[in-house]
């Protein structure tokens, strides 16, 4: 990485420390920062056209494209900036580049939903250009990439610009941000000794400091029966350090019948149901049916408040090729797939899911805007606290409609 990048990124985060609301942090003074960074400052910010009529051109430039031209009054989303040009997202007109002068930068409030919608952020272009159209919809977005290793030791595996680039979108639409934290399969060691679960606990905080991040998603995708109160007990203790400093706590939990979710649910803020499992761990089939879900909520509501539940939900499809692993794919991905094969998409009405077959034994189950729309009345029916979108970019973009 060299040295210009490394001085985005210091001033990201710093930048991101003070806007988001981490923790005070130390001040970083980058000498000279690049102009991609200096434009993070407005990525994602409010305002409006002023000017009676202005042309929107492809590049920063008066010799730029036009594109079309936007009017006064429309509100807009501001993407980028550089020089004397924005790059904005009109509610009506194209996307494109204006002069300045006709932008007035308007403050932007705190989303007053009544339900939680969250957005997983796998990072790429993908996410991150659903993150740009539809950001408004969104409570929250959690970037992925953190694992808690069973020594206790945080471990990182993302793109800093482009984790730093959703995350100055997300606080300047003032969104709730969480680290999204993978536990280990195997976490004996760590929730056993009681050093290297305070250690674990301070290197969290340090890091929602660092990014400016409003708090943490723990996302346990298995909980041995042997290990359940040791790991609650741990879920207790971040709880309250993370408490004591205004953050935020949510769990992710898979579907499990012999998992004390009422005991879980007390440490939390929200616990997040996920009934979608590990890819290698699952045969052809739904990502997750819906008569499944109906079941799952019907007996975890018995115990935990339904307002602390969120249920994540697929956006994608699965693969399973005639041979080897299976294989995520995005929806348009699915559509393509399908069109490619001159497969005939079939209705799973037990499972309320879409899925075909195609090349003699492969086999795609996905979602799209019907199946969701089975799950976003579940949320309802049930009084949930609301949904959690996983891998954000590869949905029907017609579900936004419901949402």
Do not use: C
């Not at 060691?189 to 674990?200: F, G, V």
């Not at 976003?376 to 936004?400: F, H, M, R, S, T």
Request: net charge negative; aromatic share 8%; charged share 20%.
């Amino acid at each position: 990485m060299n040295q210009g990048i490394i001085v985005a990124i210091l001033s990201i985060l710093f930048y991101l420390t003070n806007l988001l609301g981490g923790g005070q942090g130390q001040s970083i003074h980058p000498t000279g920062p690049p102009q991609t960074q200096q434009s993070y400052v407005v990525l994602g910010q409010s305002g409006i056209i002023t000017a009676d009529r202005i042309s929107v051109r492809r590049s920063p430039s008066s010799d730029g494209e036009p594109l079309g031209t936007v009017t006064k009054d429309t509100k807009i989303t501001i993407l980028d900036k550089t020089n004397n040009w924005y790059k904005i997202r009109p509610t009506v007109g194209p996307e494109g580049w204006v002069l300045d002068y006709a932008v007035m930068i308007q403050e932007t409030r705190r989303k007053e939903q009544q339900h939680v919608l969250l957005g997983y952020y796998p990072g790429g272009d993908g996410a991150y250009s659903s993150l740009v159209k539809n950001g408004h919809k969104l409570t929250g977005i959690i970037p992925l990439g953190w694992k808690l290793d069973s020594y206790g030791g945080l471990n990182a595996d993302f793109d800093p610009e482009d984790t730093g680039r959703s995350l100055y979108f997300a606080g300047n639409q003032e969104m709730e941000t969480y680290a999204h934290i993978n536990v280990a399969a195997s976490p004996k060691r760590l929730l056993q000794t009681a050093y290297l679960r305070q250690n674990s606990i301070n290197r969290l905080i340090e890091t929602l400091e660092e990014w400016g991040l409003k708090g943490v998603l723990i996302n346990i995708a298995y909980v041995p029966s042997a290990d359940q109160n040791e790991l609650f007990r741990f879920l207790e203790e971040l709880a309250t350090r993370l408490g004591q400093q205004s953050f935020k706590i949510m769990v992710a939990l898979p579907w499990d019948a012999t998992i004390d979710y009422e005991t879980a649910s007390k440490a939390v803020d929200y616990i997040i149901l996920d009934n979608a499992g590990q890819l290698g761990d699952k045969s052809p089939g739904p990502t997750a049916s819906t008569t499944d879900l109906e079941a799952m909520l019907d007996e975890i509501v018995k115990v935990v408040n339904s307002e602390k539940i969120i249920l994540a939900v697929s956006t994608g499809g699965v693969q399973w090729p005639r041979t080897g692993a299976p294989v995520s794919l995005s929806h348009s991905e699915v559509l393509e797939l399908a069109a490619r094969e001159g497969a005939s998409v079939k209705w799973d009405t037990e499972s309320k899911t879409p899925y075909f077959h195609y090349g003699g034994g492969a086999e795609v189950w996905y979602e799209n805007r019907y199946s969701m729309n089975y799950k976003i009345d579940l949320a309802k029916k049930y009084k949930l606290g609301g949904l959690a979108l996983q891998n954000l970019g590869q949905e029907d973009e017609e579900i936004w409609g419901r949402l």
